[in-house]
């Protein structure tokens, strides 16, 4: 492979790049570069280096890390595209011998310190979060679990089946935390010979695995039958997971994710907001408060969760049985018959003397996952809430967002 040694008298520049082996095709960073810098062929996605302004907007909304990769390289000499497209892997770093960095141009000293502040440069970690691993297994080479159960969530006359489904590692290791997500890997190939893209979803078990100290992770899933705007369609990933029996194997990628995490010191709390299969992160930190309540480490849980009824929310039996002093749970119901349609943001207004107290609450890290049209209807219920109690949203989501208390997770 070539690699373009920086050499001393070469203007250096610091090249973006996509990460091949860890990429997982799902066209998210073309879709959001505003320069038009990322394209893709059936082999891989690449970046235009004449293109690309280091805006960062394409790093937060990857889920898999693969866009955050840079390389130093002469100027002149940048990776071509073509070159990208035939790579397997990312080229090895080359020691930057273009003197030291207070020497750098000082554009190039500009985008280093942006590029480096995080994904997005702007969405961190709950300080307390534990080391979350990611990209452990590619697509190369994917780990395979085993299917131990396929329940279903939803009653059996619901207009949807969700299912909760326990992938057993065995010897493998797949070390998750709650928030993280792993990529399932569907068998076959598409209509135009490609293999299926691979499809994220967050683990609903904590830490510690689906069943305390076993090497198992648990899905929720949802089959999908139609898109958004209600047309038939058959979602591969989720049929496929869906249909799984006891005993199936299924290749597995990731883990990914280091931000959308819990925190771990004692007194913090957690304010979840989330609808239908959203619920998976909830589930598993929930979950692993529940299996400390013992050690009383303090901290407040509020949940606020939406569905179209009873019987199409995951885990609703579960959650009733949970102490009301461990968890304040509100639920959002919108079609029970001869009942008020009822969104999760209707019910944060609703209680706005309690939200506001715990956005304000230093110690209180927030959640938000589900539809993506549930993003902005939260976030005008926080600001309604905030005005009612003499808070500026306006303010506090900044803080919020610096202090890695605000995460959000929508599709
Ligand atoms: P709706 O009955 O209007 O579809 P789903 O079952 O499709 O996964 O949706 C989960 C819940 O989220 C449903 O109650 C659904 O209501 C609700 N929902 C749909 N759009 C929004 C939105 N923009 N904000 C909040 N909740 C929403």
Known sequence: MDVKAVVSRAEPLRQHLIDPEICIRCNTCE?????????HDSRNYVVDATLCNYCNDCISPCPTGAIDNWRMVDKARPYTLTEQLAWDSLPPETPVDAGPTA??????????AVASEGQGGTVLAPWSA?????????????????????????????????????LDFGGVPMPVLEGQTIGIVPPGVGSEGRPHPVRLYSVAS???????????????????????????????????LCDLNKGDRV????????????????????????????????????????????????GELMLFFGARCEAELPYFGPLMKLPKDFIDINFAFSRVPGKVKQYVQDRIR?????????????????????LKGMEQGVDEAFRVACREQGEDWGTLLPALRAQGRYHVETY
């Not at 190369?140 to 969700?162: F, H, M, R, W």
């Not at 830490?207 to 369609?233: A, C, F, I, M, W």
């Not at 107290?357 to 959640?367: E, G, K, P, S």
């Open 206 to 240: 904590p830490r510690d695995g689906e069943r305390p100290h076993y090497n198992n992770v648990s899905l929720t899933v949802k089959r999908v039958t139609e898109d958004h705007e209600g047309r038939p369609v058959r979602g591969i990933a989720s049929n496929y």
């Open 251 to 298: 290749n597995v990628v990731g883990p990914y994710g280091g931000t959308f995490l819990m925190p771990n010191h004692p007194g913090s709390s957690l304010f979840m907001v989330c609808t239908g299969t959203g619920s998976a992160p909830m589930r598993a930190m929930t979950e692993r408060r529940r299996r400390r309540i013992a050690l009383k480490e303090g």
């Open 350 to 370: 609703e209680r706005s003397a309690d939200v506001v107290r715990l956005l304000n609450d230093q110690n209180c890290y927030v959640y938000i996952c589900g």
């Open 130 to 166: 534990a080391h979350p691993y990611v990209n452990l297994y590619t697509m190369q080479k994917p780990a395979v679990a085993t299917v131990s159960g396929n329940y279903q969530l939803t009653a059996e006359d619901a207009s949807c089946d969700i299912r909760h489904i326990v």
């Open 103 to 112: 020497e750098l141009p000082a554009h190039i000293a500009e985008i280093t």
């Open 31 to 39: 879709e959001t570069c505003p320069s038009k810098a990322v394209s």
